[in-house]
């Protein structure tokens, strides 16, 4: 059974960090391109960082450049996602995906085949 799993999330104040982890199971997640996103209430599901499968490119959105970043590791099947300096505005439900296609980073989550079930995220000013 193919698993994407996300940790992490919780309660921060605004300046603050989080990690969130991503722990893929079920198939080989080595070669496919990784990507974090979130949906706030009423919000559609944005993209928020993505990683190419050997870690040497990653793109994030401009919201978060500068604040969060994304790395993996394939030996343990994990992608994480460092959050600094957070905002009020990054309270949201975060998803970790896994496109298994295209092969390069791309921001639209029709492309991602595998997703989790989510880590809520809320920011307190």
């Known amino acids: 059974q193919v698993q994407l799993v996300e940790s992490g999330g919780g309660l921060a104040q605004a300046g603050g960090s989080l990690t969130l982890s991503c722990a893929a199971s079920g198939r080989t997640f080595s070669r496919d391109v990784m990507g974090w996103f979130r949906q706030a209430p009423g919000k559609e599901r944005d993209f928020v960082a993505g990683?190419?499968?050997?870690?040497?490119?990653?793109y994030y959105a401009d919201s978060v450049k500068g604040r969060f970043t994304i790395s993996r590791d394939n030996v343990k099947n994990t992608v994480y996602l460092q959050m600094h300096n957070l905002k009020p505005e990054d309270t949201a439900v975060y998803y970790c995906?896994?496109?298994?296609?295209?092969?390069?980073?791309?921001?639209?989550?029709?492309?991602?085949?595998?997703w989790g079930q989510g880590t809520q995220v809320t920011v307190s000013s």
């Open positions: 990683i190419g499968w050997n870690a040497g490119t990653a």
């Open positions: 995906a896994a496109d298994a296609r295209s092969g390069t980073i791309t921001t639209m989550p029709r492309w991602y085949d595998y």
